[in-house]
């Protein structure tokens, strides 16, 4: 039997337990080592976690010959800079998205994991869920038919309260709310639907004008086979906690899938007579896609099965060497052309006006 690939965590935050949850429910895998700000709390959290070494700081984690794959779950602003460093200690990457607060950072990315030759991907977790992995499979059978219409929304409350604070609403080169789940439903809309963005209108909306950036914002969405779209992404949507929908309508019927209820995907007919609550069943999922799921049909599965399931194909492709088949997980490129979609978006508000993506990203 090989030796566990061994794995460092670096940031202690909220999302730090999520990452570690699932790598722990992989076969093969190891935690072997946490970083934090201070040696004391990145202590704390490895008590808390059964995690051998902690470390204050990233590079003492990099140095660590454990170390095989680096987990970088620090804040957002931070991204470039320790994607760089990890990819420059040559240890394979996984990182909490978004990429990078930039797309000229997201660019500089890509290119120095390629160079790199290590495995680089994006935790993206909605692509884990297995009714997403139908949705897709089924629009890509032509189960709706030739798309005409996309519609849906990321919302989110917290920030409603003018007390709330942190990272994510501090003044960066992009509102903090599109960074954090706005890249999630664009993301989320252009794996599942096949569909790509060619033109964004956006209109974002400063609750609190004491804050760095907008905690809410509308984008209409024109697609390159003529379909339209339109997403509120919001953390001030008072009342609501997580809740991403996702609505694909095309000739033959629509698809509607919610965050709210993730092992179940609804299929509405054209006829407007019947809508088919569809649950999720790795059965259903093609083959190249079968290491997403391992709860049988009727089984449901939530949030931290997601994690698990996106999980997985990447730590096969670390294991083997062997590439998966292109989209079983989201990579740095992925995360590249998310970074070109929100400086659209935010270029779009700015400008009150539609803004084209470059031919290049499209």
Not at 30 to 55: C, L
Not at 70 to 80: E, F, G, S
Not at 248 to 277: C, F, K, M, N
Not at 330 to 357: C, K, N, Y
Request: proline share 7%; aromatic share 6%; charged share 20%.
């Amino acid at each position: 039997m090989s030796e566990p690939i061994g794995v460092g965590i670096l940031g202690a935050g909220w999302i730090a337990p999520a990452h570690v949850d699932g790598i722990r429910r992989l076969a093969g895998t190891r935690v072997v080592a946490i970083s934090a700000t201070t040696k004391e709390r990145a202590q704390a959290r490895a008590q808390a976690m059964d995690i051998p070494h902690a470390y204050a700081g990233w590079q003492d984690l990099l140095a660590d010959p454990e170390v095989a794959v680096v987990h970088n779950c620090t804040p957002t602003p931070l991204h470039a800079e320790t994607n760089a460093a990890i990819l420059a200690a040559g240890k394979h990457v996984i990182s909490d998205k978004p990429l990078s607060v930039t797309a000229a950072e997201a660019q500089t990315l890509l290119d120095q994991a390629r160079r790199a030759g290590v495995v680089h991907a994006l935790t993206f977790n909605h692509r884990g869920f297995r009714a997403v992995h139908q949705l897709r499979a089924r629009i890509a059978a032509g189960d709706v038919g030739q798309i005409h219409l996309v519609r849906g929304a990321y919302l989110q409350g917290w920030l409603a309260n003018p007390q709330a604070h942190n990272w994510r609403v501090d003044e960066t080169r992009l509102s903090g709310t599109l960074l954090d789940i706005g890249s999630h439903w664009l993301d989320l809309l252009e794996w599942s639907s096949g569909e790509r963005i060619t033109s964004v209108m956006a209109d974002l909306h400063q609750l609190h004008p004491q804050r760095g950036g907008a905690e809410s914002g509308s984008v209409l969405l024109r697609f390159a086979g003529g379909a339209r779209g339109a997403t509120t992404i919001s953390q001030s949507a008072t009342g609501r906690g997580n809740r991403l929908t996702l609505e694909v309508y095309g000739a033959r019927g629509g698809l509607i899938w919610s965050s709210e209820e993730p092992d179940q995907l609804v299929r509405l007919d054209p006829a407007a007579t019947t809508a088919e609550t569809i649950f999720g069943d790795p059965a259903a999922i093609p083959p190249a896609s079968t290491l997403y799921s391992v709860a049988p049909a009727r089984h449901p599965e939530a949030w931290p099965d997601a994690w698990r399931n996106l999980l997985a194909p990447m730590y096969a492709h670390i294991r083997d060497g062997q590439p998966p088949p292109p989209g079983a997980y989201p990579t740095f490129a992925d995360g590249l052309r998310v970074a070109q979609l929100l400086e659209a978006v935010q270029d779009s508000h700015t400008q009150q006006r539609w803004i084209d993506l470059p031919a290049t990203a499209r």
